[in-house]
DNA sequence: CATGAATGAGGTTTCATTCAT
DNA sequence: AATGAATGAAACCTCATTCAT
């Protein structure tokens, strides 16, 4: 939840799916639906744990149903990315949208970073997808693309309070997420925690920041990061 | 090269190898060496580009000889990386000693941390066994022990001269700089350039720095991240 | 069977198997459990000549099934040898135990002798598994455990008759069966059967049998002789 | 050495080498001389404890030479085979010719049995060489086929004097013998003395020995069995 | 519709023999 | 002539995906 800003409102976000649905047709029989929550279920875990390219032979012993199964319900491993991460990806979303509410520019941009390394960090499978546009199908990259206006609101806002770096992008912020988001052990499991200040300080404009050398991260650059 | 401090002369560093050899014997035959010479640059290339768990058939495809060949001569994995690491270490212990002649603490520290990325990124392998202390054998991990009062000097240095956060530890810095170092895509191989600044003034200490939180990483995160 | 001896009617043998499965669970699918009457038997002939050693691929070859299969239902090569010999084990206690019913103390060990020849001769695989203990699993062993007091007990009672040497030991019958088993060739699979008669002579008692020299085999000796 | 009968003359056994070979023509240098040598050594330790498949390598390394040496001096393994065993299986003949001085036909027999397993269960290559015509070349064939008279007279003496069972051919003492030697483990290099009695008392002629079924061993069979 | 069995390519490693040095 | 390096076929085993039941 978003630190709130003392006697303000927030403004409402609408958690709403956004039916992209095209034509799935038919609602599955009773125990086809039950095996499929099952599968998803199960997928979090795994996938959390092992990242987007678990076999699907774990997910199927995780939800106690034969590898077939899976693959009837989810043809592609895409399918049941997206099953598992659209509505992860939209509320991430959600999260950034969430910060708009907070007034302090610094304070909102560090908040969703926070907030959204949080996700990640303890999800191999949601970074995945976050960082490479070419996971599953386009339900999801069109959740993903969302996270772009309202990241870059964000980010727009606290550059124009002078606050953060002036070169920094959007894309940026998603490379340096993406990396705090790999700093999860078995040992200490949010040890990204102890370098998310660094890294906003290391954002934060200074009067002696230097400007930033080359180019931002590009999408492919994201994704090649994302499959490593 | 260290950026020399102005109208300061700068201490020698010595480079010579500190024969860490362990008695192997006699010079290859010609074409034995010749051989080996060619599997090490194919592997260094290889393992540059799919890390230390890359086939040995895939090395033996890239340097033009039967799989065989490689297996005499590198009998256990750990040979060939020792092989094809072992300098490199070295010359990233080199590196921290280096540093310690640039007369400026926090430009020693951060020549150092560029140096020591630029090195690793492009290079999963050397990546994997700076992160991995289980890596390589004995020779190896002798040569990597070392990094650690090297730099641990060049850190000690910048602490006490106030410029680094105070509670920022070695293994801190061997985790921000092996995250940089994955900074690096077939796209824009020196992406990793344009985060340098930020992780160096994330680092650095300020009148309103806030203390870290949880414990610096450890030997165990270090090698599970290498392993990732 | 056993030669009965005249008008005496011979006691009933128990030739039911003793229950010695723990938990295979439910039976396998047909299509399963046809590929597995496959692999076994294929095995059965390529263990047969080739002995407990003998490639997986070679199997699944003469299988006319994917090696993948032979690993799936026999992941362990010691699960295929019980799968293979289990029975035949039990075989040869019930053999022995069969031979109990022979009145005549000297026609028993002799019937026990020819019939546990008979089987090993030309199955390579079940003359491995007989002398090595340390092959196939718990089920297996416990098996061929079961020889040795039933084997005992022949050969006690021929001792108390005066009919045999009385220095023979049992393992130095499991020896000599051994030995025998191996005169079987392509030409003639049956050629033991010229020698055992020659072996059976000469394990008889007789008025001038010098006393035997040396300790009898030992467990240890059987394996190593059954691993050449 | 045979016992002597007394005051009877031994036959003098012939054991000049018969100039079987075919123009070897000029001899060795000094240093391939002592080189052949060493691989002689060295093949016959090794040989004897591994059979006739050994490696080569194996052998080069005990010799202390390459590997290719031994290639160059024995290029096929029949060569070095010949040059280990063309004098043991000599030797054995003269066993043979030996025990023809003997008097007494049974002990005749025994004795050379004796001998020859003795030679053979401390030397799995001789035992090889003996089983197998087909191994080493045509100089080790022709002294193998030497035992044959030499022992058909040893049998046949014994036949003569009604102490063996009349229908024992050559090769049967042949597959005996090799059975025998098989009889020497790490733990007890000599069990084959224990079981040497038993087979000679099966040997032997009695009242009520009965006919021997099947055909005596072939020489394929030898070949075969001494091939497992 | 559910199952889990089957597949077979791909990586690992060894070893008998050949051949460049 | 001696060397031991190089070879490559062959066995081992795994795993993502397809398919018969």
Redesign the pocket.
């Known amino acids: 939840m978003p630190p709130r800003s003392t006697k303000q409102s927030v403004v409402e976000v609408d958690q709403s799916e956004p039916e992209l649905d095209l034509g799935d047709s038919r609602p599955?029989?009773a125990?086809?639906e039950r095996?499929r929550r099952l599968i998803v279920e199960a997928a979090e875990t795994v996938f959390a744990e092992r990242g987007l390219m678990a076999?699907?032979?774990e997910v199927a012993r995780a939800a106690g149903?034969?590898?077939?199964?899976v693959?009837?319900?989810f043809p592609q491993?895409d399918d049941l990315i997206d099953a598992l991460f659209a509505d992860r990806v939209q509320a991430m979303v959600a999260l950034a949208e969430s910060a708009a509410a907070i007034e302090e520019p610094w304070q909102a941009l560090g908040w969703f970073l926070e907030q959204s390394v949080a996700e990640q960090a303890g999800d191999r499978g949601l970074a995945e997808v976050l960082g490479d546009g070419m996971r599953g199908s386009r339900r999801l990259a069109q959740a993903r693309e969302r996270m772009l206006p309202a990241v870059g609101d964000l980010l727009a806002r606290a550059r124009r309070a002078g606050v953060v770096r002036p070169d920094v992008e959007i894309l940026d912020l998603a490379v340096i997420g993406s990396m705090l988001a790999r700093l999860s052990t078995d040992a200490d499991p949010e040890l990204w925690r102890r370098y998310l200040p660094i890294a906003l300080d290391g954002l934060r404009q200074r009067p002696d920041s230097a400007p930033l050398v080359g180019g931002a991260a590009r999408e492919a650059d994201l994704t090649q990061l994302a499959r490593r």
Chains 1, 2, 3, 4 share one sequence.
Do not use: H, I
């Open positions: 599955l029989r125990d086809a095996n076999g699907f032979d149903v034969g590898v077939g199964t693959y009837r319900r491993r």
